[in-house]
């Protein structure tokens, strides 16, 4: 292949590129978020001690984590209507990325507060503190400084997943792709281009997740 | 309640204590008085970690109470003992400082944020008058040069001098100090001590399990040894500590004397 007609070829359907990029970052800054708080929700009752919810939320967990996201996708957007509720693409596709990503979340949090010693719980107790309290500002934000490198990484799989909402219709990077294949018949260069693009997003992101670990190990170490 | 200068802080009665089958405390009984420096000296294992972990419900017990300034700890009083919950759990240690022997700071807050979080997020002491009381809290301990490092950048010593302010920004009524200097290297044992006897000439009342035998000597009100579960021997060091009654403290004096 060479370098100038993909030049051209990228210059020319440049701002279809664009629009694809802008749906799958949209779904990322959608999704990672609401990862990372379901992440947190779900890590909440084993740490609590609240066992009964502590079981059902095993077993949501374990459920989201053993079935593909394509199917959990499909499930949301093709399911819910015969609920009678009516959800759009971008909003079932955030939804399942979420908790998908969520229980995997929760399972990296959850090791990282197991790896704290139960030594500083102790040292909340200890001036009086509640145990939600020790949890909010104690254990939590140590168990998350230990595992930025996980968090980091897992954020890097959020944003190539998103592509999967392709599958529902949303006019991602991906589909975007698909359509321009149809359209120019260049189906190399098309994805050539996609996956620049993703490469784009992920290491910029890989980058500032180092930059953050970097701060985090110099300040805390 | 009302309460006068011989009134214990501390009352611990008949505490029977066991892990599984394990039996750790067999019956303790202790008063500690406003303002008394009690020292607590025992062979390892014989329950003295226990013991101070029972005072302020790190542990649960079996049978027996303990009150301090005359709140029940652990359990309603009378013969239900319903267990108290964890809110009245925690406004009894509120009142109950404690130092570990390996410090227990919060290594991802500086050490003026350790002082002030008891303050700001239990009392809801405004930030800044816990800022003030937390800097003047550091300067009695030598660190107020350090207020704005994290715990990780600290020594051994200092660490522990910073989770000595963090548990008198509390305001407790009673001190329980657990070995707090066994981890630390000889050459950062005195400056500890040192803010320790602070505390004791202040007037500070004040349990303390250690192994510092000159400690116990010149700053205790009173020793208790432990052994075995129980407390064995009980007295003014220059009495007991010159001339043990039993021959189980006599020979625990013996093999420490070089300390
Ligand atoms: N969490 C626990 N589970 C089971 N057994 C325990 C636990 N904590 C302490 N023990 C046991 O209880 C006994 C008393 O322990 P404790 O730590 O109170 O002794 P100590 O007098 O403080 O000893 P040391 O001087 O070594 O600190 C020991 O036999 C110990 O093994
Ligand atoms: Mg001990």
Redesign the interface.
């Known amino acids: 292949m060479d370098v100038a007609p993909f030049i051209s070829f990228l210059t020319r359907y440049w701002p279809v590129f664009v629009d694809g990029l802008q749906i799958t970052a949209f779904v990322a800054v959608l999704a990672a978020p609401a990862a990372f708080i379901a992440g947190i929700l779900l890590v909440l009752p084993a740490v609590s001690g609240w066992k009964g919810l502590a079981a059902v939320v095993r077993g949501f967990v374990e459920l989201m984590r053993n079935t593909p996201l394509l199917v959990q996708i499909y499930l949301l957007y093709f399911g819910l209507p015969l609920l009678g509720i009516f959800w759009g693409a971008i909003t079932c596709g955030v939804i399942a990325i979420a908790l998908q990503h969520g229980a995997f979340l929760s399972e990296i949090v959850r090791a990282g507060i197991q790896s704290l010693s139960v030594r500083q719980w102790e040292a909340g107790q200890s001036i009086g503190m509640r145990r939600f309290a020790i949890l909010r500002l104690v254990i939590l934000p140590q168990a998350l400084i230990k595992v930025t490198p996980a968090l980091g990484n897992q954020l890097i799989v959020l944003v190539k997943d998103t592509s999967l909402v392709s599958a529902i219709g949303v006019m991602d990077l991906t589909l975007t792709g698909k359509v321009l294949i149809e359209r120019s018949g260049m189906s190399f260069e098309v994805f050539i281009a996609v996956a620049l693009f993703y490469l784009i997003l992920t290491t910029s992101l890989g980058i500032a997740a180092r930059l953050v670990e970097t701060f985090v190990a110099r300040r805390y170490a | 309640m009302t309460s006068t200068a011989s009134d214990p802080i501390v009352s611990v009665r008949k505490l029977h204590k066991s892990f599984d089958k394990l039996e750790v405390l067999k019956g303790i009984d202790l008063d500690v008085r406003r303002g008394e420096v009690v020292v607590v000296l025992g062979p390892s294992g014989s329950g003295k970690s226990t013991m101070l972990r029972c005072i302020?419900f790190?542990e649960t017990f079996q049978s027996g109470t303990i009150t301090v300034d005359g709140r029940p700890v652990g359990y309603e009083a009378g013969d239900h003992r319903r267990p108290l919950g964890?809110?009245r759990?925690?406004?009894v240690?509120?009142h109950?400082?404690?130092v570990?022997q390996?410090y227990?700071?919060?290594?991802?807050r500086t050490v003026i944020e350790n002082v002030m979080?008891?303050p700001v997020?239990?009392?809801k002491v405004a930030r800044a008058l816990a800022r003030e009381k937390g800097m003047a809290l550091l300067a009695k301990v030598g660190m107020d040069h350090k207020a704005d490092a994290?715990p990780?950048q600290l020594s051994g010593g200092q660490q522990q001098r910073v989770a000595i302010a963090?548990?008198l920004?509390?305001e407790p009524s009673v001190m329980l100090f657990d070995e707090v200097t066994s981890a630390l290297d000889p050459e950062l044992v005195g400056e500890v001590l040192k803010v320790m006897r602070g505390l004791a000439q202040e007037g500070m009342t004040m349990i303390v399990v250690t192994h510092e035998m000159g400690f116990a000597r010149q700053v205790a009100d009173r020793v208790v040894f432990m052994d075995g579960g129980v407390i064995v021997e009980e007295g003014a060091p220059g009495d007991i500590m010159a001339a043990p009654k039993t021959e189980r403290f006599g020979n625990f004096l013996s093999r420490n004397l070089d300390q």
Do not use: D, I, Q
Request: glycine fraction near 10%; charge should be positive; aromatic fraction near 10%.
């Open positions: 302020n790190l964890e809110a759990n925690a406004k240690r509120e109950v400082g404690m570990f390996s227990n700071l919060f290594p991802h979080m008891g997020k239990v009392k994290y990780g963090r548990s920004a509390m």
